[in-house]
């Protein structure tokens, strides 16, 4: 995993990408010290509950280690300002939005981890999507252990 195909990170540096939290889009968990950053489309429990367990699996949780943004569908986020805003994130899961959706000028694939200023990130289907496909459990699980 190389990280010599993206953009420099001044390409992202411009008020376009500059988007606040709102009310439909909230940090949760431990926002002190995480290690591990999600970002995600609305949760219904099933979904909260699939994303407990993968945490689990990787041995941390929402109360300790691992923060989740929550935002609506179809929101234009930069991941370069989330990135920059929690030092300590070093595992990025992007669940339901891929890399334009993320500011990025090109796509990635669901379910490969990269490397980007020296975070691993894997962008993947919505939570909705995987909690009932089990060859999208097993990917992910697979790109889990690559970056873990």
Known sequence: MQDDFLPSKDFFNFDFYKIAES???HFTGDLENATWG????????????LLQNMLKAVGVSLQQGATVLQ???MTLLSLSDYVNHFPK????????????AMGWQFDVPFYKPINWKE????FADALALIQ???????????GLQQII
């Open 23 to 25: 009310e439909t889009a």
């Open 38 to 49: 999600i970002i995600t489309i609305h949760m219904q429990n099933a979904q909260e509950e």
């Open 71 to 73: 935002v609506p569908a």
């Open 89 to 100: 994130v070093q595992y990025w899961l992007i669940f339901g939005f891929n890399a334009t």
């Open 119 to 122: 975070k691993k990130i894997i």
């Open 132 to 142: 009932n496909d089990l060859s999208k459990k097993k990917i992910l699980w697979q």
